[in-house]
């Protein structure tokens, strides 16, 4: 806005005859101008009262309140200026009032941190996937995932670095389906170019910054060759902008098969919604299971972070042997969002000294910490490293 | 289908009934077996096996026929009638690699066997190979993956300029009949449990009606026990312990990259069996790489995702001995790694591979 008052003021000094006219031209341009600043993706929203930020938690079913608490916990602990309104969704609710007041909470607050809202198979179709509503409802397109080998966790292959971006709203997730025919029950799978380009592009820039040599689609257009089709096509025009960065594809299965045998060739990985949802989970299960990977989900002007395999985790709920890994580290994830990068640095290295250094493991990894063991060792860290904490 | 489910049956109840039925079988005679060698490396790899049942004296007697798409009356392709005739007659048979030219106006022939003979199960079982290593060890699930319709079912439409809709069809019929294949092979293999694998978390109503039939059809199949698991975290416990898993039932697009998977577990399309089961009794058994132009003709391939399929097809003949003999001189051949081929790490002609082979099957 001030960009915008200055450049009018200055036409007026500059020729005062064409300055009306010129100021309508600037309000034009002017308005594009701030209106592009505020469409900076990933900006974070302002910090008010008293530069202490708001976030929204979602603690879910299963181990999401016991990990959201623990994240509670070490943020406390290390002193992190964030506020957390907690919003609670019940999964057994019919009505969506209560994820409609989650997903209101995160347009308030910009930021959320959730744990996976179960869906509960014996009711009725119409009751859709709550966590599905909540990232359709804030448009939040782009699944970003990084998994990354640790060298405290033994795993079958060894120097893993991928980067899975995933389309978060169309494809297969779209939640159109109906009987036209008894016994007959079609599901509708939408590919749009927009939102294609969209992910292409938030895949080449993401690259781009992270300094990637290589991005891969993931496809089966063999088969479905209108839907993946116009998917590939989409990608390999965003592909040509970006001559620094090469660009292949690979077809679904074959992708999976590589995965298994030699996964250390793949470097950034691009695909739509069903096939982002097996890649990655064969990816974070080859770094070491569900509970190391974290998952972020943007959107244009909201983000919401969460474990990346997005398990309820019914089977070890209260039971205090959960992984927090991935919690906590979606947690360091959402304070990079928020530009609070050192703190952030300061919980991910105590988290990755506990893991590779300490190797103070939960039993999902082969080890027979409890998940409060872990914690305590990771705020012992931040405590003997940090400068300040509680 | 039923017939040779009941033989299969049978020859699982008491060893003592196995030497009788397979005297009956050769006195009956031969079995026909329509043979299609295929393209590329087809030709050289179904020889290789021909050559080792002839070794093991398998009672199978070859007619090879070649298909490539013709244009039949009413402008539907088709594959040649004296192709389906044998087929239709003998009810088993062993495919080679064949090759779908781009742009060449037909469908895939694949899609087309498909489609004539209403293969609607495809059966992967992964075994791992001792002597060909893997990060994964002691790997033996078997995958059923529905092939007729399901995600597959190639209904798209351009809506409008820029919004491409896809149609995944799941009907009850189609559901049920895989669910019953699925546990029927459970049974017949002596495997203990069937898990369906699914979404019905997002896709609510279609893979909603899948579950529900495999519930339904898990009923009637007391002594095997039924789970039911999310594609996701089948994909997330298939890299970390795929022991845990034994049958796997699923839908088309999922049958797919999970039986893709769980190859890459075991080595790849190379040494991967895979049968195909059709409606009316028809089963078709096949190797399911590529054609490799590029060693044709060269005697580099290796016969063994052809073999191993072969030997599926003795086992749903009832010739489990047989299957076995050979199976565990193909397995010996390659614990040994004297004669690899070079897909396998060694440098030994496919003629080489067959005849150490061949001569194992003598010794026993």
Same mark, same amino acid.
């Given at each position: ?21 010129l100021?309508?031209t ?6 594009s101008?701030t ?38 916990e ?20 019919e ?29 009725a ?23 990354q ?8 292959h ?26 007959v ?12 380009l ?9 690259a781009r ?19 993946d ?6 990608c ?23 995965l298994v ?24 299960g ?10 972020a ?7 919401v ?14 039971r205090n042997?959960a ?12 304070l ?6 050192d703190y ?39 405590q003997?490293?940090?400068?300040l904490?509680? | ?11 699982q ?8 039925l397979?005297?009956a ?9 329509t ?6 490396i ?17 009672p199978?007697?070859w007619?090879?026929k ?9 402008g539907?392709?088709m594959?040649?009638s ?11 048979g ?8 781009i ?30 290593k893997t990060p994964?060890?002691?790997? @033996?699930? /078997?995958? *059923?993956? $529905?092939?007729?319709? +399901?995600e597959?079912?190639? #209904?798209?439409? %351009? ?25 029927e ?36 199949y ?33 049958g797919d ?18 049968g195909?089961?059709?409606? @009316?009794? /028809?089963a *078709?058994? $096949?190797?399911?790489? +590529?054609?490799?132009?590029? #060693?044709?003709? %060269? ?5 063994t995702?052809?073999?191993l ?5 003795l ?20 614990r040994?790694k004297k ?13 080489e ?5 061949c ?6």
């Open positions: 806005m001030a960009a915008h008052s200055a450049v009018l003021s200055m036409s007026k000094i500059f020729n005062p005859f064409w300055g009306g006219r100021g309508n600037v309000k034009v341009f002017g308005t101008l209106s592009h600043r505020n469409k900076g993706s990933r900006s974070p929203p302002p910090a008010k009262y008293g530069g202490r930020h708001t976030v929204t938690f979602i603690p879910g079913d299963g181990i999401g309140p016991e990990l959201l608490n623990h994240v509670r070490v943020f406390r602990f290390s002193c992190v200026p964030v506020d957390f309104e907690v919003v609670h969704v019940n999964s057994a609710d009505s969506e009032d209560d994820i409609n007041n989650a997903i209101t909470a995160i347009r308030r607050n910009g930021v959320g941190l959730k744990g996976n809202i179960e869906t509960i198979h014996t009711m179709p119409s009751v859709k996937s709550r966590n599905n509503l909540l990232r359709t409802s804030l448009d939040l397109y782009a699944n970003v995932m990084h998994c080998s640790l060298p405290g966790v033994q795993t079958r060894k120097n893993i670095d991928i980067m899975i971006i995933r389309e978060n709203t169309e494809g297969e997730y779209s939640s159109l389906e109906h009987e036209s025919v008894s016994g029950v079609e599901c509708l799978k939408i590919i749009t170019r927009t939102n294609s969209r992910i292409a592009d938030y895949a080449f820039k993401l910054e992270k300094g990637r040599s290589r991005v891969t689609a993931v496809h089966k257009a063999n088969i479905m060759k209108l839907g089709g116009l998917f590939l096509q989409c390999r025009e965003v592909a040509s902008g970006y001559p620094d960065i090469t660009f292949d594809s690979m077809i679904v299965d074959n992708t999976t098969m590589q045998s030699k996964p250390q060739q793949f470097d950034v990985m691009v695909m739509p919604n069903l096939y982002g949802n097996v890649v990655s989970n064969v990816c974070a080859l770094v070491g299971g569900p509970g190391l990977v974290p998952g989900n943007y959107g244009l002007n909201y983000a972070f969460e474990t990346a395999t997005r398990n309820t985790g019914k089977s070890i709920a209260g042997i992984n927090p890994t991935a919690m906590l580290l979606a947690g360091c994830m959402m990079d969002h928020l530009k609070l990068y952030a640095t300061m919980i991910r290295n105590a988290i990755l000294s506990t893991m590779n250094e300490t190797r103070l493991h939960t039993a999902d990894i082969g080890g027979q910490g409890t998940t409060s063991e872990v914690v305590q060792s990771i705020m012992r860290n931040i003997s490293k940090g400068p904490t509680a | 289908m039923a017939g040779n489910a009941w033989r299969s049956m049978l020859s109840v008491g060893g003592a009934t196995k030497p009788a397979s005297a079988f050769s006195r009956r005679g031969m079995q026909t077996v043979l299609i060698p295929g393209d590329g087809g030709p050289e790899i179904s020889a290789a096996v021909m050559k080792i049942f002839e070794a093991a004296k398998a199978i007697q007619e090879e070649n298909v490539t798409a013709i244009k039949g009356p009413g539907r392709w594959i040649p004296d192709a389906k005739e044998s087929m239709d007659r003998s009810k088993i062993l495919k080679g690699p064949l090759k779908t030219p742009a060449a106006g037909h469908p895939s022939m694949n899609l087309l066997l498909r489609k004539t003979f209403d293969l609607y199960a495809n059966v992967r079982p992964c075994v791992s190979i001792e002597g060909y994964y060890t002691d790997v @033996n699930l /078997v995958t *059923i993956r $529905e092939n007729t319709e +399901g597959y079912s190639g #209904i798209e439409h %351009l809506i409008v300029d820029g919004v491409v809709q896809s149609i995944k069809l799941i009907t009850e019929d189609a559901s049920r009949r895989i669910a019953e294949y699925a546990f092979y459970a049974r017949n293999n002596q495997r203990s449990s069937v898990t369906a694998v699914h979404k019905a978390n997002i896709m609510r109503m279609s893979d909603g009606l899948f579950l529900r039939k495999c519930r339904e059809v898990a009923e009637n007391k002594d095997i026990k039924f789970t039911e698991m999310y594609l996701d975290t089948v994909c997330l416990n298939m890299v970390q312990d795929p022991t845990q898993f034994d049958v796997l039932v699923m839908p088309n697009l999922y990259i999970l039986s893709d998977l769980c190859a890459g577990l075991i080595g790849g399309l190379g040494v991967t069996p895979s195909n089961i059709g409606a @009316n009794g /028809v *078709i058994f $096949e190797s399911v790489h +590529g054609t490799a132009p590029d #060693i044709a003709g %060269l005697d580099m391939a290796n016969p995702a052809l073999l399929s072969a030997v599926m097809m086992r749903h003949m009832g010739l489990h001995e047989l299957g076995s003999k050979i199976q565990m001189a193909c397995f010996d051949t390659i040994d004669v690899l081929t070079k897909d396998l790490g060694g440098n030994s002609k496919c003629s591979f067959t005849d150490d082979i001569r194992r099957i003598q010794d026993m």
